[in-house]
């Protein structure tokens, strides 16, 4: 199954993300959001952020988090590459995040992306799939 697949919208860019579970869709979403942002082979798994959020829907677990994940790409440069979600459900999320800062001289950036969007957002608990427009 792959991950996730880009999708083009307007001026912005898009993923949908799939999983065996909606954890593992939501963990492909951030996985897809960096692969836009950076190229992920030259990231090591040296640092790890603890990362929860409690919103109101699991749409809203959704844009906080990847919007949290972008927060210390923004504050700490860190590029993360592998997602553990320890918990969720309609309201909350844990997670451990893995990557390290960005290194100018070892990373590529490609693509800023500025936020997550709620345009056209979904989660698809049926289908263990979600779907994300980035704010570019």
Partial sequence: MKRYELIEHTADIGLVAYGGTLAEAFANAAYGM??????????????????????EDIEGVLFEWLNSLLYYLDVETLLFKRFDITGLDDHHLVSVCYGE????????????????TYHQLEVDRQQNKVRIIFDI
Avoid: C, Q, W
């Avoid at 960096?34 to 919103?55: G, K, P, Y």
């Avoid at 800062?101 to 997550?116: C, E, Q």
């Fill in 34 to 55: 960096f692969s836009i942002i950076a190229e992920l082979d030259d990231v090591r798994e040296v640092e790890s952020r603890r990362v929860e959020v409690n919103e």
């Fill in 101 to 116: 800062k960005y290194d100018p001289s070892r990373h590529h950036l490609k693509t800023g992306v500025k936020s997550a």
